[in-house]
């Protein structure tokens, strides 16, 4: 049973706009949230990340968002660019263990 | 420094036969984990390691997979026989500790077709 969620496998955006990714987890347990980056043909990279203990991390362009109440985490990309194009995944630390989310393919349209 | 290191990077097989995949972390890191990358299910843990002792092996999916790690520089996963249901991208990803939530970094990974 998948105990992080993302509900949207694509997300196209015009450059320069705002890319928004979204991920919901169902174990309040998790105390530390992870974002990777994944182009073809490569493995994942890790991206930004969060503490339970936090709402906000921003690393550039790049601002992760976390709602505990919610149980839900986002991924603020601004401005978006072509470069950005990738699958992103949300990850959610746990047990000794991440669990990812299925990953959201985002195009970037120039 | 070089990262995490897997073979093949592509392999095709017929079903029922033996699959060999390879992974080489990076140099000092305690922990080793294998992925499996699927639409349906993103990527699922399959075996992770700490110190070259196998500690959740919960996701391997059944009996024909298996997985070792003889020493701190290299670990195989073994399909055994193989079937078309297990073709996906497999990752290797290693990380130097648990205690404070760092990052993994993982291989390229391993495209394996079972036709």
């Known amino acids: 049973d998948q105990q992080v969620k993302q509900n949207s496998p694509s997300l196209s955006v015009q450059e320069g706009r705002i890319s928004i990714l979204n991920c919901d987890y169902t174990n309040s347990m998790f105390d530390y949230f992870l974002w990777y980056k994944k182009y073809p043909a490569e493995g994942p990279t890790f991206l930004i990340s969060i503490s339970s203990i936090k709402d906000k991390n921003e690393d550039g362009r790049f601002t992760v968002f976390l709602n505990k109440s919610a149980k839900h985490l986002s991924l603020h990309i601004v401005p978006s660019q072509p470069g950005d194009s990738a699958v992103y995944f949300c990850?959610?630390?746990?047990?000794?263990?991440?669990?990812f989310g299925t990953g959201t393919r985002l195009t970037v349209i120039p | 420094d070089a990262g995490v290191i897997q073979s093949p990077r592509h392999e095709v097989t017929e079903m029922g036969q033996e699959v060999t995949l390879r992974c080489k972390p990076i140099s000092g890191h305690d922990y080793l984990f294998w992925y499996r990358q699927t639409m349906m299910r993103g990527l699922e843990l399959l075996i992770y390691?700490?110190?070259?002792?196998?500690?959740?092996d919960s996701g391997m999916p059944e009996d024909r997979f298996s997985a070792k790690m003889p020493n701190a520089s290299f670990s195989t996963l073994k399909i055994q026989p193989s079937e078309p249901r297990d073709s996906a991208v497999y990752f290797c990803?290693?990380?130097?500790?648990?205690?404070?939530?760092?990052?993994?970094?993982f291989g390229e990974g391993s495209r394996l077709t079972v036709l």
């Open positions: 390691f700490n110190n070259n002792v196998p500690i959740d």
């Open positions: 990803a290693s990380r130097p500790g648990l205690g404070n939530a760092g990052e993994l970094f």
């Open positions: 990850a959610s630390e746990g047990a000794n263990n991440l669990f």
